[in-house]
């Protein structure tokens, strides 16, 4: 199982913003398709963005598009989530995840089925 550290989580009110942060090894993060998804109880899993730490594409699903920010870190084996102007509906467990190049599946796709093995603990987002 790879090794992802998340951290960032927090409780905030409907228009606030939060930085979530995933430390990897060196070989996980190096040319890797990396991202986060998240997960509200009783909710389907859906991936939020994801990046390639090589050439640093980007991708959103469409409701983290111009709220949210995905970016990294090459020093720190890290990737960034900057999620603004949150709302109450943000609120699940977001998870790191690793490995979101899939035959078939757009990368958001990939992130929403990302296997256990693949991701991290996650790190809870509450808006109220």
């Known amino acids: 199982q790879v090794q992802l550290v998340e951290s960032g989580g927090g409780s905030v009110h409907a228009g606030g913003s939060l930085k979530l942060s995933c430390t990897s090894s060196k070989t996980t993060f190096s040319d890797n398709c990396m991202g986060w998804f998240r997960q509200a109880p009783g909710k389907e899993r859906e991936g939020v963005a994801g990046?390639?730490?090589?050439?640093?594409?980007?991708f959103y699903a469409d409701f983290a598009k111009g709220r949210f920010t995905i970016s990294q870190d090459n020093a720190k084996n890290t990737i960034y989530l900057q999620m603004n102007t949150l709302k109450p509906e943000d609120s699940a467990m977001y998870y790191c995840a690793t490995g979101c190049l899939v035959a078939g599946k757009t990368v958001i796709q990939a992130l929403g089925l990302t296997p256990r093995r693949q991701r991290g603990q996650g790190t809870q987002v509450t808006v109220s």
């Open positions: 990046i390639y730490t090589g050439t640093r594409d980007t």
